[in-house]
């Protein structure tokens, strides 16, 4: 997006108006403002989210897809309407290629284990990039070791950039999922994904991507994207905990088998045989969390209501802002310096721990996360024990990143 | 002293420091007091699991005593295992083992840490007593 265009977008971003529908955000903690930069692990509720999840108990809570009775009617439409919502946010051609999950891991681990069972035999090879999240890494694993498969890495430079000759080199005739991340949570690489597609299907390797870092942050379209598998989580993107998104094309959710067994996800059970029942629903066995699947779609509104460009906008800006002040502390080194970037800042302080800068922190009501994030393999790449991360959403202000700056400044004074 | 008088004295050295800032600058002071650990025994096999920074932590017997050397990568953890070993240090297994380490809770480490880090000193008084158990038996 041009620079003017940004000016523009930003111009009508009312943060305070925003500010005001989360409210969390108003509480003190440690006795100090509380100052949020935990995003990328979870984000706050807007009180539209709230009001859904209160109204939901008071007013329709009722098992879906079961009873004729009234209020499992409306729930179950209620639960229904999320999936709309979600095939409207991210642009899928069919309803049913939305399939709620409990989480992106949840979805992950739910397409490697009916695809694995499915596609992937000893010898194949599965492809996932250097800077996965354990929940895209694990379940890769597992199949692998189940089944005698071989899992390769894109490997990534120092800027946190994945390697595409190098990716292109792993793909064969042998590749039976390249599994990537969209935007990386330890560092905010965002990746050149629609490249990492169109190169995989030249293979004929479907993907799936990892948008849980990236559904909240910048405008996601599986068609145009022509990815075949996506997931995300409620709980990143300002909804409800517990529930997730798995997005699939038609053709591949109908070739792969069941996950879980159970009620719900049957056409006909009998001690013989069971046959399944149809998509969305034969991904879904059991209860799902109905209050949180209901409620993701006041989370989608929200953000359909603001608008992912704005959004977008209005976080680069301040990621830009935020990256200019951390830098100009001494000692300080970002982890993560990709040319194209998404809400997270991963930095470390010359001769200091991470993890007593995020104790200073908490003193001073500052919410960072410190350690690994969940994905090792990217700190041992850059050979440190973790870092500290404050990861942005559209509520965050100039304000916040002075706050975090002054913290940071007053840490290290006590520590060094 | 036993294990609770010198508890009771750091209730009192603790009760001096009101601003939590002071609190956690003393703690920082009393890891540069820690018995360091021999470099030989810095691996994997003496580290505390449980720590979001790496504790390392030796024990060993002296006439009858249990004497813990430590060390750690991050000041903040340094300053708390230097707490735990002042207490713990240079007592019998038996006093280790039976030792209720209310202090903790009364200077307001447990309430005022974040739980990642309470676990962390958990895991530091669970490895404690469960060297003094181990110690026990060669007493």
Redesign the interface.
């Known amino acids: 997006m041009s620079i003017n265009l940004n000016r523009i977008i930003l111009k009508d971003f009312d943060i305070g108006r925003i500010r005001a529908d989360f409210p969390l955000l108003r509480r003190e903690v440690?006795g100090k403002p509380l100052v949020y930069l935990d995003n990328g692990a979870t984000t706050q509720k807007p009180q539209q989210v709230i009001d859904a999840i209160i109204h939901y108990y008071q007013d329709m809570n009722s098992n879906v897809h079961r009873g004729v009775h009234y209020l499992s009617q409306i729930s179950t439409d209620a639960f229904e309407v999320t999936r709309r919502k979600v095939q409207a946010f991210i642009h899928a051609e069919h309803e049913h290629e939305i399939i709620i999950t409990k989480g992106a891991t949840d979805g992950i681990n739910l397409l490697a284990q009916c695809y694995g069972k499915a596609f992937v035999h000893a010898g194949d090879e599965i492809i996932i990039s250097a800077m996965e999240h354990h929940s895209n890494i694990v379940p890769w694993q597992m199949l692998c070791e189940d089944k005698g498969a071989v899992l390769k890495v894109i490997p990534m430079n120092s800027d946190g950039e994945l390697d595409m000759e190098q990716y292109q080199a792993l793909l064969s005739p042998k590749t039976k999922m390249v599994a990537v991340t969209y935007v990386s949570n330890a560092l905010g690489t965002i990746n050149p994904i629609a490249e990492i597609i169109a190169l995989a299907h030249q293979n004929g390797t479907p993907v799936l991507v990892d948008a849980a870092q990236a559904v909240q942050h910048l405008k996601v379209d599986v068609q145009a994207l022509d990815v075949d598998f996506l997931v995300f989580s409620g709980h990143k993107m300002y909804g409800p905990t517990g529930v997730g998104v798995l997005y699939g094309k038609e053709k591949w959710l109908n070739a792969i088998p069941p996950y879980q067994g159970g009620g719900d996800m049957i056409k006909d059970v009998t001690f013989e045989k069971t046959t399944y029942n149809e998509l969305p629903f034969k991904f879904e066995a059991g209860t799902p969390n109905i209050e949180a699947g209901i409620c993701l779609a006041a989370a989608i509104d929200y953000l359909e209501e603001i608008g992912l460009d704005r959004i977008k906008a209005y976080e680069d800006d301040l990621l830009a802002y935020a990256t200019e002040k951390l830098l100009a502390i001494e000692g300080l080194k970002m982890i993560g310096t990709a040319e194209h970037k998404s809400s997270v800042l991963s930095f470390v302080i010359k001769g200091?721990?991470p993890?007593?800068v995020?104790?200073?922190l908490?003193?001073l009501g500052i919410a960072v996360r410190?350690?690994h994030h969940c994905a090792q393999p990217v700190m041992d790449q850059y050979r440190i024990?973790?870092t500290i991360r404050a990861s942005l959403a559209m509520y965050n202000t100039r304000e916040d990143i002075d706050a975090l700056v002054a913290g940071i400044e007053r840490a290290v004074k006590?520590?060094l | 002293m036993t294990i609770n008088e010198i508890q009771d004295e750091l209730i009192e050295d603790f009760a001096f420091y009101t601003d939590w800032m002071e609190k956690y600058e003393y703690i920082i002071q009393l890891g540069k007091e820690l018995p360091l650990i021999d470099e030989q025994y810095k691996q994997d096999q003496y580290l505390i699991k449980g720590c979001q920074s790496k504790v390392w932590l030796y024990p060993h017997l002296r006439e009858g005593k249990v004497y813990f050397t430590a060390d750690s990568d991050a000041v903040i953890t340094k300053g708390l295992v230097s707490l735990m070993v002042k207490v713990l240090s240079g007592h019998s297994p038996a006093a280790i083992v039976a030792s209720d380490l209310y202090f903790i809770d009364q200077i307001g480490l447990k309430e005022h840490l974040s739980p990642t880090r309470a676990n962390g000193l958990l895991s530091m008084v669970k490895q404690m007593k469960l060297y003094a158990m181990a110690l026990q038996a060669k007493v």
């Open positions: 440690n200091i721990h993890y007593d995020g104790v200073i908490d003193k410190t350690g024990p973790g006590m520590l």
